[in-house]
């Protein structure tokens, strides 16, 4: 049984850096593609970040290149989102994602999801 359990969420301020973690378990995950996906209230949930476990491969939205690092530590069998320069526009629930698809940024690509953490970024 797949689980993903994502943590670090919590209130920051505008500026601040924060990591949020997803410890996966279940199955061997080398051929899946760990991906970040983002919904704030009224909003379509979003991928913001995504990488493939087995590989070097990456994906970052525009609203978050160069401010939010993706990575996976896999004695701990875990996925990082490293959060630099938050804003408030990136307050939303984050919820960590495991499927298939290469590269998909969709919703649909994604087989397996964790519960999500709420990150809140006060200006």
């Known amino acids: 049984q797949v689980q993903l359990v994502e943590s670090g969420g919590g209130l920051m301020q505008a500026g601040d850096s924060q990591r949020l973690s997803c410890a996966a378990s279940?199955?061997?995950?080398?051929?899946?593609?760990l991906a970040w996906f983002r919904q704030a209230p009224g909003k379509e949930r979003e991928c913001v970040a995504a990488?493939?476990?087995?590989?070097?491969?990456?994906y970052y939205a525009d609203s978050v290149k160069g401010r939010f690092t993706t990575s996976r530590d896999n004695a701990k069998n875990t996925v990082y989102l490293q959060m630099n320069n938050l804003k408030p526009e990136d307050t939303a629930v984050y919820y960590c994602a495991a499927g298939l698809s290469v590269g998909g940024v969709r919703q649909s690509d994604y087989s397996y999801w964790g519960q999500g953490t709420q990150v809140t970024v006060s200006s």
């Open positions: 990488l493939r476990w087995g590989g070097n491969s990456t």
């Open positions: 279940g199955r061997t995950f080398t051929y899946y593609w």
